[in-house]
Antibody, heavy 121, light 110 residues
Framework: QLQLQESGPGLVKPSETLSLTCTVS??????????WGWIRQPPGKGLEWIGN???????SYNPSLKSRVTMSVDTSKNQFSLKLSSVTAADTAVYYC?????????????WGQGTLVTVSS | QSALTQPASVSGSPGQSITISCTGT?????????VSWYQQHPGKAPKLMIS???TRPSGVSNRFSGSKSGNTASLTISGLQAEDEADYYCSSYTTTTTVVFGGGTKLTVL
């Protein structure tokens, strides 16, 4: 059974870079038909799609975050990662990693449990 | 990209049926059969309930069904149960190869 687990700092200072890693178990990150992505949810608010990445390196990002987002895959570790630069308090949220089928077109099907990242000095 | 439009809240009594709408444009909901629905209980990760407009993943109750007409997708829950009380979100693929979520709907079981 596929499992995804987010990891990374729970507290990031304003203007710094948020870095998270998602470890995939029970399946290969190198599956050609899947994309691996990130979704976030500010406290008390709705879901926001951040973007996704294919094991080949192909990416797609939310236009509103594109200038600050970088996603990558490490196939040797079966992990993928998110970097969000120049963070502000507005980036405080629970960050979920997820797998999407349909070559990325299908909505996220499998989700991690989420990790809260707070942006504060 | 603009979020898909969902009603902020819906409610129903046990045993009744409710429908949640999700309205987009021809660039997302209306243009692709890649609409998904998620259920989220407080403090939990979202759970996929419907994919590809109307496909139920294995293990999801057949009380949940999805459909689409034009730029609007719908999630129907029949035979409402107390455990259905949760937040529901729709999502859609878009012409710019991104994914957009709806604002979410809070379902209250009276």
């Amino acid at each position: 059974q596929l499992q995804l687990q987010e990891s990374g700092p729970g507290l990031v200072k304003p203007s710094e870079t948020l870095s998270l890693t998602c470890t995939v178990s029970g399946g290969s990150i190198s599956s050609s038909s899947y994309y691996w992505g990130w979704i976030r949810q500010p406290p008390g608010k709705g879901l926001e799609w951040i973007g996704n990445v294919h094991y080949s390196g192909s990416t797609s990002y939310n236009p509103s975050l594109k200038s600050r987002v970088t996603m990558s895959v490490d196939t040797s570790k079966n992990q993928f990662s998110l970097k969000l630069s120049s963070v502000t308090a507005a980036d405080t949220a629970v960050y979920y990693c997820a797998r999407s089928g349909g070559y990325g077109a299908a909505g996220p099907g499998d989700w991690g449990q989420g990790t809260l990242v707070t942006v504060s000095s | 990209q603009s979020a898909l439009t969902q009603p902020a809240s819906v409610s129903g009594s046990p045993g009744q049926s409710i429908t949640i709408s999700c309205t987009g444009t021809s660039s997302d909901v209306g243009g692709y059969n890649y609409v998904s629905w998620y259920q989220q209980h407080p403090g939990k990760a979202p759970k996929l309930m419907i994919s590809d407009v109307s496909t139920r993943p294995s293990g999801v109750s057949n009380r949940f069904s999805g459909s689409k007409s034009g730029n609007t997708a719908s999630l129907t829950i029949s035979g409402l149960q107390a455990e259905d009380e949760a937040d529901y979100y729709c999502s859609s693929y878009t012409t710019t190869t991104t994914v957009v979520f709806g604002g979410g709907t809070k379902l209250t079981v009276l």
